[in-house]
């Protein structure tokens, strides 16, 4: 494995962080709730904001669509060959 994140490790990252569960489990360790608190919304929301960040941190740290370094292979160099 080369270390990079295939599209279905970021789609898989990212439903992770949308889950429910997850986010209720990441706002009670974050803000030291009980089994018995309930987490408010705007906890939710806080506590789910690095979840989503991690999930999508490999598109945001890939060189945009269309760059020189990411071509494919394909040369920008056009001949007219006819």
């Known amino acids: 494995m080369t270390g990079e994140a295939t599209l279905r490790d970021i ?10 569960d997850v986010q209720e489990a990441a706002a009670r360790k974050m803000f030291g709730l009980s089994k018995m608190d309930e987490p ?7 506590a789910a904001k690095p979840l989503k960040e991690k999930a ?22 056009r001949s007219s060959t006819r």
């Open 11 to 20: 789609a898989d990252r990212l439903l992770h962080a949308l889950d429910a």
């Open 40 to 46: 408010t919304e705007e906890q939710l929301q806080e």
């Open 56 to 77: 999508i941190a490999p598109l945001m740290q890939a060189p945009p669509f269309g760059s020189s370094s990411s071509n494919c292979g394909i040369s920008s160099n």
